[in-house]
T-cell receptor, first 113, second 110 residues
Framework: EAEVAQSPRYKITEKSQAVAFWCDPISGHATLYWYRQILGQGPELLVQFQDESVVDDSQLPKDRFSAERLKGVDSTLKIQPAELGDSAMYLC???????????FGPGTRLLVL | GIQVEQSPPDLILQEGANSTLRCNFSDSVNNLQWFHQNPWGQLINLFYIPSGTKQNGRLSATTVATERYSLLYISSSQTTDSGVYFCAVITQGGSEKLVFGKGTKLTVNP
């Protein structure tokens, strides 16, 4: 069964450093999402791509976060500089199209010291 | 925006017991998904169920869209069912993001 791949699975960094997360969606899925999940809460959307275009980045802290999906396949989410409050699980999901079933990857757990 | 409320927030069961988890939402939806988040943090799809009833083994789900709620039934619970269960919805029109509830934390004791 096809799965969403993410790396790394865990990342420990010091505040003010740069970090990057990678996501490879299920083959053929045009829509890709990055969510952030703080401990004890449900995930919240950071950014949504349709192919290579950003559809929704209204909740992305653009002063420090950036995301790209250059060829409309895999995607990278970057934080620079990292802050203590960025410690969370970062989840990538994909779907055939918007409003269809979303499938999640295993996530990247980030700890900022 | 849409509000998604899940109940109960915590549930403790003995192995073999049955349970019902509830999800209420405040607006019309055209996507509703139930997920199980395992102890490692992976969100596992259980059901895509914007309306109607579905069953998969010991799990079943029912969504009554007109009354804006969904129920997840777990029968003959096992210790491996432990974890957090999330309901998430996409509203009709507007954003295509999933809006999650706060989850129900289920603990199944042997």
């Amino acid at each position: 069964e096809a799965e969403v791949a993410q790396s790394p699975r865990y990342k420990i960094t010091e505040k003010s450093q740069a970090v990057a997360f990678w996501c490879d969606p299920i083959s053929g899925h045009a829509t890709l999402y990055w969510y952030r999940q703080i401990l004890g809460q449900g995930p919240e959307l950071l950014v949504q791509f349709q192919d290579e275009s950003v559809v929704d980045d209204s909740q992305l802290p653009k002063d420090r976060f950036s995301a790209e999906r250059l060829k409309g396949v895999d995607s990278t989410l970057k934080i620079q500089p990292a802050e203590l409050g960025d410690s969370a699980m970062y989840l990538c999901a994909s779907s055939l199209a918007g409003r269809e079933t979303q499938y999640f990857g295993p996530g990247t757990r980030l700890l900022v010291l | 925006g849409i509000q998604v409320e899940q109940s109960p927030p915590d549930l403790i069961l003995q192995e073999g017991a049955n349970s019902t988890l509830r999800c209420n939402f405040s607006d019309s939806v055209n996507n509703l998904q139930w997920f199980h988040q395992n102890p490692w943090g992976q969100l596992i799809n259980l059901f895509y169920i914007p309306s109607g009833t579905k069953q998969n083994g010991r799990l079943s789900a029912t969504t009554v869209a007109t009354e804006r709620y969904s129920l997840l039934y777990i029968s003959s619970s096992q210790t491996t069912d432990s974890g957090v269960y999330f309901c998430a919805v996409i509203t009709q029109g507007g954003s295509e993001k999933l809006v999650f509830g706060k989850g129900t934390k289920l603990t199944v004791n042997p």
